[in-house]
Each structure stands twice: as C-alpha cells, then as structure tokens.
C-alpha cells in the first residue's frame, strides 16, 4: 500500500452491533449509516449489520436510501434530510420513510404524485434546534399532517425526535417534552405506529428515551458518544485502523504517507503520536499529503515501507480515533468520517 489506507472490521461492528442491541432490549435497532457509515463503507457495513440482525437502517438523505434498495436491502429505511431537490416520489415508491422536518417538506411530499401513500414520520423540536416543528407550531403541524393523511396523500406513521446530548438533564427534559408532544398529537387524532427519540448515548444511558425504536450510529463503530468514557469502558471496539506506510526515515524524523488531503486533524496542543514499526513516534507537523513524526531512539530499523498505525482499537499501544478527537478539539464521529476519498478501505470480514 503506497497511501493511507482505512482498515475496517466488520467483526468489530458486529459485536458493537449486538453489545448496543442488548442495552435496549425492548426497542427496534435502527442502525445509522449516514455519511458512508461514518466513513466505514456503507454497503459492507449494511450487509454486516443485517448479518446481525438489525431490522431498518438510517440513511439521512434518499439518495442514500435509494442506493440501498438498488443493491437489494430490502429492510425498512428512514431518511430525514431533504432539500428542495428531493425526489419525494422516488423516495416513497422506494419505500423509504420520510422523516418530515418543515411544513413545507409536508406540503412537498403530499403533493409529490408518488405511486404509494408516503410515510412519514413528524419531527418534534424538543430542544436541539436543529429541525422539527418547535411547540408553537406542533399542533398545527401535526393537524396539517393529519388532514392531508385523511386526503390521502400521507401515512402518518410516527413520531421522532433528536436529542442534543449536552446532559443528562438536558436529555431527561426533553424526552419529557417528546411524550407530551405524543399526547398531544395523539388527542388531535393521531396514531403513531412508532415513536423514536434515542440515538448512541441514550441507548446507553437513558433508557427513558428509548420508546418503540433507538437510531444508533457511531458507538456501533465503536467511539463513545461521552468524553469522560472511551468505547472500551463501554465494552466497544474501534472498527475502524488507520495506517499508512513511511515514505522516508533520516536524522530522527520520519514522513507517513497521510495528511490533511486524507482527513487528518492538526494538533494545535502537541500530544498526537503514531506508532511506527511498534514505536510511539510524536507527531511533528501535519501537511497536506505527509505527516513528519520524530522517531525514539531504538527504531533505527524503521525506513521507506514500514508500516505506521495512526489510529485503531488501542490494542497495540496506538492512539485511538477517540484520542485523534481530543488532540484535535473534535469528536471521534469527524476523525472517521472525515477520512477523505483518497483512503482506500479495505475489509476484514465479520
Ligand atoms: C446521526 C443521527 C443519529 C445517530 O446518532 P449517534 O449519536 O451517532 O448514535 C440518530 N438520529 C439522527 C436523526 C441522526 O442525525
């Protein structure tokens, strides 16, 4: 391998896959493969996961979802960001459930001339902003849709929201605002064959918020949804190790052939390491295609070829993405998902 290449255990997700799947025992598992699989391969990862027996997948956008259903998944899917391009017909001829986010979505679906009723499934806003109908507006949103489902034109099949994962507290309170929404909706005439709310963090630790279905993504690829616990205190592994080889070794310092144009992070504080032929090796400078480490005294051995780990599962002394996350002020889900085109994958199976 002459670049960066992104080795992904679908072992590893697997496992996750059935560790999460065991946190919410009553609930659908919907796994969330938006963007790629956060980066992991979304067709390998799709047919690993309904290996393991997960029943719907989350695919954000339709395209997406179409893609899915060309290659033969068969499951139900959930996509929830549209734009104004959005083929709504092809989408609900798909079969693809539409998470509905605006009335004008509503209005678009409803006039969309689909050859089905498509379904949908109305968002509350319930404190992250980040899309849905807010309180003010819910009842009319929800009668909206409920007349336009009396003319036909949709399924009103559930009832969702997102939660911010800022705190515990925070999450409590709007899942409180999330069955109050229900029981709203539900006295204007509505009936919900689900209702989901919960994604990574709350299937681990709120199980209030789990409800008929929880949208799980990227602790399935084994990164903790917290900062103050890694996926192995969570009984997670990391599905996904970066390497890259070394395209030159003198005087202490080695180039890996990996660097901003892949997705790499900066590290403004210091700190990032590689492990290079077995050896901790402090990164020096990010660029765009290579990155200089210092090699320890003791790797004289390493040169043109070796084999350098910049992330993985920690099981061989190598940073994690979770750790790449810190030293570049981020979240693990950017470290995997921001892995650009130019890194190969490749697989190990389940
Ligand atoms: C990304 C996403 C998820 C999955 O969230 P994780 O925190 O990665 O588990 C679930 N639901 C929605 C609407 C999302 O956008």
Not at 277 to 295: F, I, M, N, R, S
Not at 316 to 343: C, M, N, P, S, Y
Request: glycine content about 10%.
């Amino acid at each position: 391998m002459n670049r960066a290449t992104a080795h992904v255990d679908l072992g590893a997700i697997r496992h996750n896959i059935q560790t999460l799947e065991a946190l919410a025992p009553q609930s659908q598992f919907m796994l969330a493969v938006k963007s790629n699989a956060y980066g992991h391969g979304l067709h390998e990862v799709v047919r690993t996961a309904l290996d393991a027996g997960v029943t719907s997948f989350g695919v954000l956008e339709s395209t997406a979802g179409l893609e899915l259903r060309s290659s033969g998944v068969d499951v139900p899917l959930f996509a929830w960001m549209h734009g104004r391009d959005t083929d709504f017909a092809a989408a609900a001829e798909a079969r693809i459930d539409l998470g509905v986010q605006t009335f004008w979505q509503l209005e678009a679906i409803a006039a969309s001339g689909a050859g089905v009723v498509p379904r949908v499934h109305l968002k509350i806003d319930t404190g992250l902003h980040r899309g849905g109908a807010d309180q003010p507006r819910w009842t009319e949103f929800v009668t909206e849709a409920l007349r336009l489902q009396a003319l036909g034109k949709v399924e009103v099949v559930a009832a969702w929201s997102h939660l911010s994962d800022t705190s515990h507290s925070a999450d409590l309170e709007s899942t409180a605002l999330f069955r109050s929404a229900v029981e709203e909706a539900r006295s204007l005439g509505a009936q919900f064959e689900l209702l989901h709310l919960g994604a990574s963090a709350a299937v681990i630790d709120l199980p209030e918020a789990h409800f008929d279905l929880v949208r799980v993504g990227i602790a399935a690829y084994g990164i903790s949804p917290f900062g103050d616990r890694s996926a192995a205190d969570l009984g997670l592994r990391p599905a996904m190790q970066l390497r890259a080889p070394v395209l030159d070794a003198r005087h202490g310092l080695a180039s890996i052939a990996v660097g901003f144009g892949d997705g790499i992070q900066s590290d403004p504080d210091g700190g990032a390491f590689v492990l290079v032929d077995g050896h901790v090796a402090p990164v020096v400078e990010v660029g765009v295609d290579e990155t200089v480490v210092a090699l320890p005294s003791g790797a004289g051995q390493v040169a043109a070829g070796s084999e350098c780990i910049v992330f993985g599962d920690g099981t061989h002394g190598e940073a994690t993405a979770e750790q790449w996350a810190v030293w570049g002020e981020t979240v693990g889900d950017e470290i995997v998902t921001g892995l650009t085109k130019r890194v190969l994958r490749d697989f190990a199976a389940a």
